[in-house]
């Protein structure tokens, strides 16, 4: 079926989720519109910029599910009802860069002035909160890299404002939205099989080499990893193994969060990967589906992110220790969101080998059942997915070193 004007057509579980054993879900209509003037097949069209300040609009103003129709809406062309900005005619269709944005209805009595009168507040509040994004430059050049007691080097990255998702087309579980990330440690490269069987004992890969990033790995052998290297190192372990809850406040290691990883990968950038928006240059900086070989290499080969971290985009994907939740960004905390409180799958990050290049983008969300056994996706034979620790910040138990060059 035809998607009529201002909306698309979506399977986005099935484009994300690559398991065997899943069936392609139908294709659905997400209430979401395009930049006015656009459609699917205008994409010079652009956002307007009072978009960004509808969401302080009066309660009631507009619906925060993707899936549902707003009171008031045109549910026959997917048109929106605009507030009335300079500029912005009613019945526009715009493009929003925050999440729950879908459908606005006309204004009732006063409700424009309010709107307006919002949204300069809004302004005047942002410029003056001193909120200043994270990039190489703000954060005073590449970060410092310690080493830690076991001899693997970590990235020390400042704390920061970021944003977090993307406007891609369809991508209805990232809309971009601010978010500020506290200072954390972070694994250089991936873990490597050689560092895995020297803390865990063994070595489940698939496509053996020391250098290589351990593959094969379920969500809770990461985690088990993270405990017995914090042990090893002499931290406070994350991870209560019987239920498997996080406790950020321990020193040790742990899997980072989606917006930490998020954070990481970008390393300032706002473009579709740490370098640019280019899928044709990401052949330079990660291991993926166009550049032809079979199976994980050996990590830190590629040219790192402007902080001088490897292997963010493609090689393994990456546990992140989020629970996955579709609809999560829309009612994520500003500050440290660490997922949902529950779920039945976990994020992954970053893409891998056998990815195209989209799926390798920095705010691509992938998901999958943390407890899968030896026939699903996260320990098959084609050695899909990884990981890489973080922790937070401490004395004592680093050193300043050298990474990869």
Known sequence: MRAPTGSVILSKRSERRISPRLLPSEGRRPECALAQGA?????????????????????????????????????????????????????????????????????????????????????????????????PETAGGAPPVVTTKGGVAMVRLPGGWFIMGSAARGQTDEPPHRVFVSPFDIDACEVTQAEYEKVAGR???????????????????????????????????AYDEKTWACDFSADGYRLPTE????????????????????????????????????????????????????????????????????????????????????????VLRGGCWNSRADLCRSAYRNEEDPGYTDTCFGRDIHGFVGFRCVRRPGAGHEAPGRTQS
Not at 205 to 229: L, T
Not at 275 to 282: E, H, Q, R, T, V
């Open 39 to 135: 459609s699917p097949g205008n994409t010079a069209a652009r956002p307007h910029p009072f978009a960004f300040f509808f969401p302080l609009a009066p309660s009631g103003a507009f619906e925060q599910r993707f899936n549902r129709p707003s009171r008031g809406s045109n549910a026959k062309d997917g048109g929106l009802r605009a507030f009335g900005f300079p500029g912005l005619a009613p019945g526009a269709r715009v493009q929003s860069p925050l999440p729950g944005l879908v459908r606005f209805r006309a204004p009732r009595r006063g409700e424009a002035c309010l709107a307006r009168a919002l949204a300069a507040l809004a302004l005047v509040a942002v410029m003056s909160a001193g909120c200043q994004e994270v990039s």
């Open 203 to 237: 070595n489940p890969s698939r496509w053996k080499g020391g250098a290589n990033p351990v593959e094969q790995i379920r969500w809770a052998d990461a985690a088990r990893y993270c405990n017995a290297r914090s042990h090893l190192d002499g931290l406070r372990p």
């Open 259 to 346: 917006a930490e990883w998020e954070y990481a990968c970008r390393a300032g950038s706002r473009t579709q990967f740490c370098f640019g928006d280019s899928p044709a240059a990401l052949a330079e900086v990660a291991w993926f589906k166009d550049t032809g070989d079979r199976g994980p290499h050996p990590v830190g080969q590629k040219r790192p992110n402007a902080w001088g971290i490897f292997d963010m985009h493609g090689n393994v994907w990456e546990w992140c220790n989020d629970f996955y939740g579709e609809e999560y960004y829309a009612s994520s905390p500003e500050r440290d969101p660490a997922g949902p409180p529950k779920g039945t799958s976990r």
